[in-house]
């Protein structure tokens, strides 16, 4: 692993490329101004690296020897990521940024895979040893399809990385002799691994001996897919003879997970942070509320240290507020990605709070707070939902006007100025009657009222949404990053002044 | 004489010496934080070793250990220092008669009526020593802005007496459960580790070194049960303490495997909630064979 040194009197459009906006203009050489490079791209993506940060990590490797991988990585991470999520982000761009590197170096001195086509043929990639069969292939026509598809099967179920390797790249040579290459490597990669019929689940159509009829391992297949996207970057990068710029990592990567059940330990991780932070809120707020009682019991213990003068009075402390809260979840099916998101913050908002009841609604509303009560796993939670709760579902389209009448009517009389309403929902109608003025009275008599949607602002209103005529009477938030929902939280337990 | 770590290998073999398996970048860290002179900031789940890093570290390094556990609440006055209010009345009940005020105000603010806490004892003491603040997260963000001072000058201010410079460098660890998000003051001035569960491997490892006597099989089969478990969704997943104890527990019993009765009999040294145990049970205990031991 070595820190990029571009040669003098390269274009700079290709360190342009390569380090996004910080390169205009030739940049000082060496390994301080990579680091320094590489702390800017940390900035871009939000990790809070200040000046105080890059020089521990210049201390740290003057200690650290940086042809050590591990060593390095874990000597910068030390000092530049100082939280899990950042840590994370230090990983992604560690990894994007110095792999980069080394293709640049690998541009700028001439080194070549071989059998690359219209280049002299230096051998020897440092990085990868022999190409294998995926370098000789591209001399021999025609490609078995069937073959590679049986092979990686093989490779992928023996967890072999070298071999995978190599399929990996044989198969994008094939894939693109077929013509079906789509130049976004996201997509290739997906197409490809459905042309090579890469499946976790078993495929019991397939005969015996084919390593897929009984499923491959999940783990493997995810190995498969980062390698085929790195070879793809690399032919990318060898075609064009350019580095593609540094995107910011997709926004989309730090967005809610949402959709198939294996995200659920990825929601559920992020609510219990969540939960966590939401438990000490309280105290933040400490400092900006100068009123409070004296504690009488206390004061008069601590007098006795000074004769019985009371000298230091003791405040009783603060109680975070813990507000009642009523949270009506849509779980219709034009927000099924989302509700599922929405079921698992009101899953760990339960007992966060005082007194908590829980609806979701579809045509019509029923109550799903006994169903928290009794059920602590997430999924059978779900599945509780769906199946006993008796989500009144005839057309499947949500109904928010009937809704409305139907909440208003189950807890008009509980409802009370220290309540809030959570509306957690698309406001999209269908078309149907909003009935925003039944909303409006229950606006009225709840304390506060928020509406979380989990569509971009941008859409907002568009088609059959309807949440400006709601967004009159609460607070609308868009709610579709860990990000956004942590900020709701924050107004949520926020005192009243 | 305290240690001084060469080299990051020095600082691994000598943690394994004192009984305390390091994980890849936990030796870094700390040979780091000697060298460098800059508190650690250690965060991870309860019970992966934070504390236990700290008291191993004092050990291999040969300093005495100075912990201060945080809490809701705790102030300076039981952190750092205070007055001792009771010894400076006597003082003056004893000297009110006959000398003037700006004499006794000169005795009674000395280092005699000074009580020291955990923080400035770590700071005046003589020999180096290692300082754990434990559980940081625990407290308010006004004690944190407090121990910024300590942390990057390694000095204490007391408006009577002055300043308080440490003459030997102190290695400090903060510990957190990520239970409050700290400032951005404070990390700034902390090198960051993180510990997680261990991989396998590595908690096999750890469970042989504190039970040497366990059968291969059983601990093996112990570790993989306790990563499965973690795995599931508990109120509070089996710490690394925990599958120690699990792995005395069962050498007590003698047991020659994990079968469906030993797991139920013996699962509560491990899961500790009411609703945690019916999961468990149900989803891993279930697998396990049932009656007579099977090797394997």
């Known amino acids: 692993m070595t820190a990029a040194r571009p040669k003098p009197g390269k274009p700079d459009a290709r360190r342009a490329a390569l380090y996004g906006s910080q390169a205009a203009g030739a940049g000082p050489q060496g390994m301080a101004a990579r680091i320094l490079e590489f702390g800017e791209e940390l900035r871009g993506e939000g990790v809070a690296v200040g000046t105080s940060e890059l020089l521990d990590a210049f201390a740290v490797l003057e200690l650290v020897s940086w042809t050590d991988k591990a060593d390095f990585r874990e000597g910068l991470a030390a000092t530049l990521a100082k939280s899990p999520e ?190 966590r932070r939401l438990k000490t809120q309280g105290q933040e707020n400490r400092g900006q509320k100068r009123r409070t009682a004296v504690d009488v019991r206390k004061t008069m213990r601590a007098s006795l240290e000074t004769g019985g003068v009371p000298v230091v009075l003791k405040y009783k402390p603060h109680r975070p507020r813990r507000p009642e809260i009523y949270v009506l979840c849509d779980v219709s099916t034009s927000v099924t990605s989302a509700s599922v998101f929405f079921l698992s913050v009101m899953h760990a908002l339960h007992d966060s709070f005082r007194k908590m009841r829980s609806f979701v609604f579809i045509e019509r509303i029923s109550e799903v707070t006994g169903v928290f009560e009794k059920e602590r796993d997430f999924r059978k939670v779900s599945e509780a939902i769906a199946k006993d709760a008796g989500v009144a579902d005839i057309s499947g389209y949500t109904d928010y006007g009937r809704v409305w009448s139907e909440f208003a009517a189950l807890v008009e009389d509980d409802l009370h100025p220290r309540a809030t309403v959570i509306v957690l929902g698309d406001a999209r109608t269908n078309g149907r009657d909003p009935k925003a003025a039944v909303f409006g009275q229950i606006a009225a008599k709840a304390g506060r009222t928020f509406w979380l949607n989990p569509e971009p602002r941008l859409y907002w209103n568009y088609g059959d949404s309807v949440i400006s005529s709601y967004e009159q009477y609460c607070d609308a938030h868009e709610c579709w990053t860990t990000e956004q929902l942590e900020e709701f939280v924050k107004a949520l337990t926020r005192p009243i002044r | 004489m305290p240690v001084s770590p060469a080299s990051v290998s020095d600082v691994a073999s000598g943690l394994r010496a004192t009984g305390y398996l390091p994980g890849e970048s936990t030796a870094l860290v700390s040979f780091l934080a000697e060298q460098l002179g800059k508190p650690i900031l250690v965060e991870g789940p309860a019970g992966v070793g934070k504390t236990e890093l700290a008291k191993a570290l004092a050990k ?38 006959d000398s003037g005020w700006e004499k006794v105000q000169d005795d009674i603010f000395g280092e005699e009526f000074l009580l020291t806490r955990p923080l400035l004892q770590a700071i005046s003491s003589t020999e180096p020593v290692v300082l754990l603040i434990d559980e940081i997260d625990k407290t308010d963000q006004e004690f944190e802005a407090m121990l910024l001072e300590l942390l990057s000058d390694f000095q204490v201010s007391i408006p009577e007496l002055g300043t308080v410079e440490s003459t030997t460098h102190p290695v400090v660890l903060l510990t957190s459960n990520n239970s409050r998000e700290l400032t951005e003051a404070l990390k700034r001035r902390c090198l960051y580790l993180w510990l997680d569960y261990p991989a396998l491997e590595h908690e096999l490892e750890i469970v042989k070194l504190h039970t040497p006597e366990l059968p291969d099989v059983v601990a093996r089969k112990l570790v993989e049960l306790v990563a499965l478990i973690r795995d599931l969704d508990l109120k509070k997943p089996p710490s690394i303490a925990e599958s120690i104890d699990w792995a005395r527990t069962l050498l007590l019993l003698g047991a020659q495997d994990i079968d469906q009765e030993t797991f139920r009999s013996t699962m509560s040294v491990i899961v500790k909630h009411r609703t945690d145990l019916d999961i468990v049970l149900e989803r891993v205990g279930g697998k396990l064979v049932v009656g007579q031991p099977v090797a394997g």
């Not at chain 1, 840590?87 to 980069?100: A, H, I, M, N, P």
Request: net charge negative; aromatic share 6%; glycine share 10%.
């Open chain 2, 60 to 97: 291999y390094l040969e300093r005495p250990l100075v912990r201060l556990q945080c809490y809701e609440g705790l102030d300076e006055a039981k952190a750092l220092y205070e007055w001792n209010y009771r010894k400076q009345l006597l003082r003056i009940q004893t000297e009110a008669t």
């Open chain 1, 86 to 275: 950042n840590r994370k982000t230090f990983e992604l761009v560690f990894e994007r940024f110095f792999f980069r590197a080394a293709e640049l170096a690998a541009l700028t001195e001439g080194v070549r895979e071989q059998g690359e086509p219209g280049d002299s043929g230096l051998d020897g990639d440092p990085r990868e040893g022999d190409p294998g069969e995926g370098g000789d292939a591209d001399g021999e026509g025609e490609l078995d399809m069937d073959l590679i598809r049986q092979l990686v099967a093989e490779a992928l179920r023996d967890g072999d990385e070298a071999r995978m390797r190599d399929l990996a790249r044989l198969a994008i040579a094939a894939f693109g002799q077929a013509g079906d290459g789509s130049g976004v490597i996201g997509v290739d990669v997906q197409r490809i691994r459905r042309a090579l019929g890469l499946k976790a689940e078993a495929q019991p159509e397939l005969p015996k001996e084919d390593p897929r009829s009984e499923g491959l391992p999940r783990e493997e297949i995810r190995k498969f897919e980062a390698m085929l996207r790195r070879e793809l970057e690399r032919g990318q990068i060898e075609r064009t003879r350019a580095l593609p710029a540094a995107r910011p990592l997709n926004e989309l990567d730090r967005a809610l997970p949402s959709g198939p059940l294996q995200d659920l330990a990825a929601v559920h991780k992020v609510v219990m942070q969540l939960k």
